[in-house]
């Protein structure tokens, strides 16, 4: 039986692979983020999130490999990395209530593309036997809503901790005119580009589904 890594620390898409019959477990990589996007200057905005979600899988098998955590003989690890593309620029989480609120008053009211990177690991008997990378962007609608809105909206704290300082899921979904694409990889993890992913590391997605 392949057991299922999640390499990330995003409590969405752990939910959104386990809502999905999956049952994970965690390992948090330890990736300098800014760091690499900085060495990465001015690569295109899907090689960006692709080359973090490789680089979080990196440090997850790594972890697994030194550390001897038992990840089971045969197991795929699953890492991503979200970011908002808009007017050609690339933004994670704000982090501030100021960089959330200045981040919502460009965005109201144009589209703006979520980029997921997506990395599949598969390591048997303690060796990387395969490895497929890929990205999938989302067209986002931001509703063109008042300052009042999303000052609102940034206090409840929501914004602060997500790529593009939004949720499709939760109260974001209020400030959202609709998406061209894939919700889940929106939220973090898009379940058809993992279904892929896996077929190319020679997995079934069937095969991974809780009895
Ligand atoms: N619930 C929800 N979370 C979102 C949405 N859009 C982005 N996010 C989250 O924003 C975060 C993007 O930051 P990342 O650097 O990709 O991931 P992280 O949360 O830092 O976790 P790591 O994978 O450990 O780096 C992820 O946790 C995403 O799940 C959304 O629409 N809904």
Same mark, same amino acid.
């Given at each position: ?11 969405? @898409?752990?939910?959104? !692979? ?14 300098? &983020?800014?760091?690499?996007?900085? &060495? ?9 999130? %692709? ?9 997850? *098998? ?13 197991? *795929?690890?699953? %890492? ?5 593309? !808009?007017?050609? &620029? !690339?933004?994670?989480?704000?982090? %501030? ?18 980029? %997921? ?34 000052? @609102?909206?940034?206090?409840?704290? &929501? ?39 896996? @077929? ?12």
């Amino acid at each position: 039986m392949t057991s299922v890594v999640l390499g990330s620390a995003s409590p969405a @898409r752990l939910r959104v !692979l386990r809502d999905a019959g999956l049952d994970p477990s965690v390992l948090v990589s330890d990736v300098d &983020e800014d760091a690499l996007i900085a &060495e990465l200057g001015d690569a295109a905005p899907h090689v960006v999130v %692709t080359r973090l979600a490789q680089a979080k899988a990196d440090a997850v *098998v790594a972890a697994i490999l030194s550390d001897d955590v038992p990840a089971g003989a045969d197991c *795929v690890i699953l %890492t991503c990395d979200s970011m908002l593309l !808009l007017d050609g &620029e !690339l933004s994670g989480k704000p982090h %501030t209530p100021d960089v959330a609120i200045a981040q919502w008053r460009r965005m109201r009211g144009t589209v703006g593309h979520l980029m %997921t990177g997506h990395c599949v690991t598969r390591l048997r008997d303690g060796a990387v036997v395969a490895a497929a990378a890929d990205h999938q962007s989302t067209a986002v609608r931001f509703s063109d809503v008042s300052d009042e809105l999303i000052e @609102r909206y940034v206090a409840t704290g &929501e914004p602060l901790k997500v790529a593009g300082a939004f949720t499709l899921d939760g109260l974001g979904g209020w400030l959202l005119d609709g998406i061209d694409g894939d919700p889940s990889s929106v939220i973090g993890i898009s379940l058809p580009l993992t279904r892929r992913l896996l @077929r190319r590391v020679d997995v079934d997605v069937a095969d991974l589904w809780r009895a």
